[in-house]
């Protein structure tokens, strides 16, 4: 289907029995999508979600470094949640694997790019056809994320866990952004532009995440504040 069908078939003019037949089992789908999520989750225990491009090959050493992250987690305890897709996805379940750890592959339905990876535990792959329903996975069943580089649906993964923490809707835990240099122009313009300029954020919002280059740095933020605040689940 082209692009210009796909814009026809969404702005096609449905009755009125058409509009609430679909919507109305559509909430059907969306029930079960949560109440299988929920199943699988509650069970695991303590989680790390890592977040990044599904475009990042292996042989990049943003690859490597999610992968080595993730292993330092499953060796201290933590299980790791991905988007269950490749590139920085693919080695955090592979990082999982490696450290013995619990690894969680939260897949979506997409027509291009997301194939679920090797390395996912097979008990712990879940399927979802709706974004938002497989966000309030990540963000209910984590303790913590790591952003690696990535496109725009690792910054959404970005800014709603700092939009939740700011607005106190979820507890604060930690978010490491990996990367200086990917990460600083736009850690830039929050500053000069959002924050200094436009005054759209408080000075300590800025508090809510912190840039880390290594894969110690990384885990140690996260273990430290759980050391300080002692490690339950955000339900």
């Known amino acids: ?10 702005f096609k003019r449905k009755n009125w029995n058409e509009t609430k037949t679909n919507d109305s089992w559509a909430i059907f789908k969306i029930m079960s999508e949560f109440v299988n999520g929920y199943e699988h989750l509650s069970r695991i225990g303590p989680c790390v979600s ?12 943003y690859y490597k470094l999610a992968s080595d992250i993730a292993e330092r987690l499953a060796r201290k305890g933590y ?4 988007g269950g897709g490749p590139g920085i996805m693919e080695a955090g379940n592979k990082g999982a694997k490696a450290g013995m750890g619990a690894s969680v592959g939260l897949n979506i339905d997409l027509p291009f790019e997301q194939n679920h990876n090797p390395f ?13 329903v497989r966000k309030v996975m990540f963000v209910k069943y984590s303790q913590g994320f790591v952003v690696m580089p990535g496109g725009f649906g690792t910054l959404d993964e970005f800014f709603e866990s700092m939009t939740l923490i700011q607005t106190h809707k979820i507890g604060k835990f930690p978010v490491v952004l990996v990367g200086t240099e990917f990460w600083g122009g736009l850690i830039d313009w929050i500053k000069t532009t959002v924050l200094t300029k436009y005054h759209n954020i408080s000075e300590n919002d800025l508090d809510l995440f912190k840039v880390v280059d290594t894969a110690e740095d990384a885990v140690a933020h996260i273990d430290e504040f759980y050391t300080k605040y002692l490690l339950k689940p955000n339900f």
């Open 79 to 82: 299980g790791v949640i991905t």
């Open 1 to 10: 289907m082209t692009e210009e069908e796909k814009i026809k078939r969404a």
């Open 120 to 132: 996912i535990d097979e008990d712990k792959n879940l399927m979802f056809d709706y974004f938002f």
């Open 50 to 61: 890592i977040f990044g491009s599904a475009r990042t090959q292996s042989d990049d050493p």
